[in-house]
C-alpha cells in the first residue's frame, strides 16, 4: 500500500500534535505533582504547629501555672467564696407585668396529622393527590392553673 503525499502529510501532522500534546500534559502533571507536595509540606507544618499551640495551651492552663501568672500579674485577685458564687431569692427580681400574653398550654402529646387519599382505586395515589388534614385544636390549661408570669424591673439590682 503506497501513501500518497498528501494522507502523508496528514499522518505526520497527526503525530506531530499528538506527540506535543503529551509532552504538555506530561509538563502540567509534572507542575501539578510539584504544587501537590508543597501543600502537603505546608499542611505538615501547619499540623505541627497546632501540636505545638496545644501543648503550649495545656501548659498555661495548668493551674499551678495559672496561679504563678494570677500573682505575678494581678495580685489583688483573692480565691473565691462560697458566698459569692450564690445569691439569696430575695435578690432575684421579680416580674410585675407580663411581658406577652402567654399561649394556649397542650395537656398531651401533639395530635399527628391524618393523611387521606383523594381518589378512590386501589392503587396508591401520587404525592400530589395526598390532602393533610388539621389537626383538632388542643385542650387549653385553665387561667387559674397557669403559673404566674415573672417580669424584670428595670433599675438596679440589689447586690
Known amino acids: 500500500m503506497i501513501l500518497s503525499p498528501r494522507l ?3 499522518w505526520l501532522v497527526l503525530i506531530s500534535v499528538t506527540g506535543i500534546g503529551v509532552y504538555q500534559l506530561k509538563y502540567l502533571t509534572q507542575q501539578q505533582e510539584r504544587l501537590l507536595v508543597q501543600i ?3 499542611i505538615q507544618a501547619d499540623q505541627d504547629a497546632i501540636d505545638i ?19 505575678r500579674f494581678r495580685p489583688d485577685l483573692e480565691p473565691v467564696q462560697g458566698r459569692q458564687m450564690f445569691a439569696s431569692v430575695a435578690a432575684i427580681p421579680v416580674r410585675t407585668e407580663p411581658t406577652a400574653a402567654p399561649g394556649p398550654r397542650r395537656t398531651g402529646p401533639l395530635p399527628t396529622p391524618q393523611v387521606t387519599a383523594t381518589r378512590g382505586s386501589g392503587a396508591p395515589p401520587p ?8 389537626p383538632p385544636p388542643a385542650p387549653t390549661v385553665p387561667p387559674a392553673s397557669q403559673p404566674p408570669v415573672l417580669v424584670r424591673t428595670t433599675g438596679s439590682t440589689p447586690r
Open 8 to 10: 502523508f502529510l496528514l
Open 40 to 42: 502537603n509540606r505546608q
Open 127 to 134: 404525592p400530589s393527590a395526598l390532602a393533610i388534614q388539621a
Open 53 to 71: 499551640l496545644k501543648a503550649e495551651w495545656s501548659f498555661l492552663n495548668q493551674p499551678a501555672e495559672l496561679e504563678r501568672l494570677a500573682k
